[in-house]
């Protein structure tokens, strides 16, 4: 069997998140250990016959928050299946299932937000997270097809001017709020670059957006992803 990839950020991560000790059970609160949300959805993808290739964490608060993603093969050669998972010990977010799709050319990361599954951490939580997870491996393909729509949408659409670069980075810092100054700077230097991708179409800056959304904290990530998605796929309208 081929070894999955998995970087060494994203190891020491994942060391992190399985290190973090999980906190006590209370009368309304039944904690669900990383390893466990990890472990159960490695098995909920061998039981659909779906090959894991490669695997991703963030962790934020020693441990307290963790995001993780997995990537399958996909039916292109353009982008993969990815399914992300967020989990915390800290009450900070709720346990969450996304999927979406990974662009294979660089890693970034595809992620709807209609197409969420998450659940209050309770008595049920162990049972509901295999149900969460066989419901978001279900609707992997229709993600990925709605996806592929999207991104040749995307394509079409050009942006053609200095000043409609400067706009669209203003609104992703000001009104959004989905760039902290350090992911500016890595946008900024992705269109300036243009290694994987030039700096012509939707496409291109959407990708260049999510180049920088890799620096995204642990407890923002379903959420920024989303709202960038659904926000270039409003420019390519």
């Not at 995307?154 to 670069?165: C, G, P, Q, S």
């Not at 620096?215 to 390519?236: G, W």
Request: charged share 30%; hydrophobic share 40%; proline share 2%.
């Amino acid at each position: 069997m081929e070894k999955t990839k998995i970087s060494f950020l994203s190891q020491a991560a994942r060391e992190v998140a399985l290190a973090c000790p999980v906190p006590a059970e209370t009368m309304t609160y039944k904690p669900v250990a990383h390893g466990f949300v990890i472990d159960s959805l490695k098995e909920r993808l061998d039981k659909a016959g779906l090959v894991l290739a490669d695997e991703r964490y963030t962790v934020a608060r020693h441990g307290q928050q963790m995001f993780g993603a997995f990537t399958v093969k996909g039916t292109n050669e353009e982008q993969d299946f990815s399914i992300g998972f967020r989990n915390s010990y800290d009450k900070s977010m709720q346990l969450g299932i996304v999927t979406g799709s990974r662009v294979v050319v660089c890693s970034n990361m595809m992620f709807k937000g209609d197409h969420v599954v998450q659940k209050m951490h309770t008595k049920s939580g162990l049972i509901e997270l295999d149900q969460m997870g066989d419901e978001a491996i279900a609707k992997m393909s229709e993600t990925y097809a709605q996806l592929q729509r999207d991104s040749k949408k995307m394509k079409r659409k050009r942006i053609k001017t200095v000043d409609a670069i400067e706009d669209l980075i203003r609104r992703l810092r000001d009104e959004e709020r989905l760039l902290s100054a350090t992911q500016e700077h890595v946008l900024r230097r992705e269109i300036e670059l243009q290694e994987r991708f030039a700096a012509e179409t939707v496409w291109d800056f959407y990708n260049h957006t999510t180049e920088a959304l890799k620096l995204t904290p642990a407890v923002d990530v379903v959420d920024r992803y989303s709202r960038a998605h659904e926000l270039f796929l409003a420019m390519a309208a």
